[in-house]
């Protein structure tokens, strides 16, 4: 290129300095303490494990207390959530056996 041409030619519009950010492809990170109480949630309440679902409801609170204080670097709140749920599911279903075996055991022995 000769030294007396202006770069670029007229006529043609210069490129900005200003370099745009290029934007990162990354997925949010999986919290465990949410995935293991959806485990334990759904165990406690689809077998004869009741005794999980209270552990199932204590690890999706803190599972949600963990996402929303990371805002943006959790994404499965959902699975934190349906632990949760299914922790208070299995917990109450837990505490209805416990009161019918109760009743159900003083039944018996009274006779």
């Known amino acids: ?6 770069y670029p030619p007229e006529g043609w519009p210069r490129q900005s300095q200003y370099v ?7 997925r949010p990170l ?3 303490a949410a995935t293991v ?3 334990l949630g759904i ?3 689809g077998t004869c494990l009741a005794f999980l679902s209270p552990f199932a409801w204590a690890k999706g609170s803190q599972a949600l207390e963990e996402i929303d204080a990371n805002p ?9 959530v ?9 917990t109450a279903l837990l505490g209805l056996e416990l009161i019918v075996g109760v009743v159900v055991a003083g039944l018996l022995l009274a006779s």
């Open 1 to 6: 290129m000769p030294d007396d041409e202006e």
């Open 30 to 32: 999986d919290n465990s």
């Open 82 to 90: 349906a632990g949760r749920i299914t922790g208070m599911i299995g």
């Open 43 to 45: 165990i406690g309440l």
């Open 72 to 80: 943006g670097v959790y994404g499965n709140r959902g699975m934190a």
């Open 37 to 39: 109480s959806m485990v």
């Open 20 to 26: 745009y950010p290029q934007p990162l492809n990354q």
